[in-house]
């Protein structure tokens, strides 16, 4: 595939255009949070909980769990947890941000983890495709909106992001291509250095149903998106490997 070079000079006005090209490849849409609904809380060793459902007006829905320690101040950093496998897999991440005096909260967006207990997640994705809407725009969409409300919640100007996987890293990515003034950071862990890696491992559409988004790889790569995210930093911890390709007779 043959990208049109970045833009040069002239800073954000630069990216300007690819940005708006970007809207309409994963047909962006801004989403409005109807509500955050309080489904529990708990402090348990010097941890306190809450648990929510994130209904947005769209009529799809995510979840998440704030977390802090009991102790640490109301006013204190931010930090977003994604992961592939779902916010119950992430206990090192959120561990380790309530460690370091953060305020934690862990999403499971659509289609991920306990967000998603209908049929399956490609199935539906398929009809989101046919009535012209593309699922890494939608979850991209709960993405922003959920920060925002996190950040206005918690009183912060900008939110660090840490994800695992490599459908949390273009849902990431793209949402802060979209929203460069809305992350101070991106740390991802087990990514992929480029969108290439799709075809290249390969990643079927059952596995990674948000990640067909086809005009993405025409016009973008993970590079790419990273220059528009700025001033945000992103930075891959781990690259996951490239499955080793069976030959015949194995």
Same mark, same amino acid.
């Given at each position: ?57 769209? *009529?799809? &829905? ?6 802090? +320690? %009991? ?6 950093? /931010?930090?977003?947890? @994604? ?71 918690? *009183?912060? &100007? ?6 695992? +996987? %490599? ?6 990515? /793209?949402?802060?291509? @979209? ?72």
């Amino acid at each position: 595939i043959s990208r049109p070079a970045p833009p040069t000079g002239g800073g954000e006005s630069a990216w300007g255009v690819e940005r708006g090209k970007l809207l309409g490849v994963v047909r962006y849409k801004p989403l409005r949070l109807r509500r955050a609904w309080t489904l529990g809380n708990t402090k348990h060793e010097g941890v306190e909980t809450r648990s929510y459902l994130f209904e947005m007006k769209d *009529g799809l &829905s995510a979840e998440g769990v704030w977390l802090k +320690g %009991i102790v640490t101040p109301e006013q204190t950093p /931010v930090t977003i947890v @994604l992961d592939d496998r779902g916010r119950k897999a992430a206990a090192a991440e959120i561990s380790d941000a309530i460690n370091r005096d953060e305020q934690v909260l862990a999403v499971d967006l659509l289609f991920t983890g306990d967000a998603w207990k209908g049929e399956a997640p490609a199935s539906y994705a398929q009809l989101i495709d046919s009535v012209g809407e593309r699922t890494l725009g939608v979850e991209t969409g709960q993405l922003i909106e959920i920060t925002k409300w996190l950040r206005a919640r918690a *009183g912060v &100007s900008k939110v660090r992001l840490e994800c695992r +996987g %490599i459908r949390s890293q273009v849902v990431a990515s /793209v949402a802060a291509a @979209l929203e460069p003034n809305l992350f101070s950071s991106i740390i991802v862990h087990e990514g992929m250095p480029t969108l290439a890696f799709l075809l290249e491992a390969p990643v079927t559409f059952q596995e990674a149903p948000e990640l067909f988004c086809l005009d993405l790889y025409r016009y973008f790569d993970l590079d790419r998106l990273a220059a528009m995210a700025a001033p945000t930093s992103v930075k891959v911890e781990k690259y996951v490997p490239i499955p080793k390709q069976k030959t015949r007779g194995e």
